[in-house]
């Protein structure tokens, strides 16, 4: 999945919590250098890193697993560049998915099985279905709660009573059509996520007048596909 997107600005940083995507195994992170839009005034650079840090701590707080910088300097790679950084997690948080997904060979029918979840969930979205949408939505709600060491049913009791309604503030109003025909599917996570974006990287749930989107990351589990991210 995507950290930071590309952006007009002169210095963009971002950041995000990767709980729910630390595998047991070894990690890969893929850092993509590319040329801006607008010419830099200063010298380009790059910095990533990853940091494993207790739950009040702050993000850069904690102990620094991997990192990588990059700047235009004799021995480093000239921009366009992709370089993989790998770790394997001292600590994985108590994730349910890696025990139970199935590696993924993408076919025609899972794609299709695919397209008729994400449908599903437009749908459900967009009639305000808390009962649907509690059924799509309940492995990754509890998945997000074990990440972070919080009780899963206490988060399903929460998702029930705020999360749903502040879902349907944030949408405004009608959701995009989706162009199911030029849906890009990704492997991911040692092939038992699939990421679906729309052709330009973007999710296919929107609503870009109200700047909504719902990132769609899914998996297969004794034979069924669920949301899983």
């Not at 047991?24 to 790059?46: F, M, Q, T, W």
């Not at 279905?129 to 509690?134: A, C, G, N, V």
């Not at 749903?164 to 503030?169: A, C, D, R, V």
Request: hydrophobic share 35%; proline share 4%.
């Amino acid at each position: 999945m995507t950290i930071l997107s590309e952006s007009k600005k002169e210095n963009v940083s971002g950041r995000m919590s990767m709980n729910v995507w630390i595998l047991p195994v070894e990690n890969k992170i893929k850092v993509k250098g590319i040329h801006k839009r607008k010419k830099d005034e200063s010298a380009p650079y790059l910095t990533t890193a990853l940091y494993l840090a207790q739950k009040e701590q702050s993000y850069n707080g904690g102990q620094k697993i991997a990192d990588f910088e990059w700047g235009e300097i004799e021995g480093k790679p000239s921009i366009p560049f992709e370089q993989e950084i790998t770790f394997i997690p001292t600590e994985v948080p108590p994730c349910e998915l890696w025990k139970v997904a199935e590696k993924i060979q993408l076919i025609e029918e899972d794609k299709e099985k695919i397209q008729k979840l994400i449908t599903d969930l437009h749908n459900a979205l967009q009639k305000k279905d808390e009962k649907k949408l509690l059924e799509l939505m309940e492995f990754k709600t509890k998945e997000y709660a074990r990440a972070y060491y919080d009780s899963p049913e206490e988060d399903i009791k929460n998702f029930k009573k705020t999360v749903l309604e502040s879902i349907f503030q944030m949408i405004g109003g009608k959701l995009d059509k989706i162009d199911f025909k030029k849906l890009q599917y990704q492997l991911i996570s040692d092939q038992k996520v699939v990421a679906v974006t729309s052709q330009f990287g973007s999710s296919p749930i929107t609503n870009k007048a109200k700047g909504f989107s719902m990132p769609l990351y899914f998996s297969k589990i004794r034979g069924e596909w669920i949301l899983s991210r």
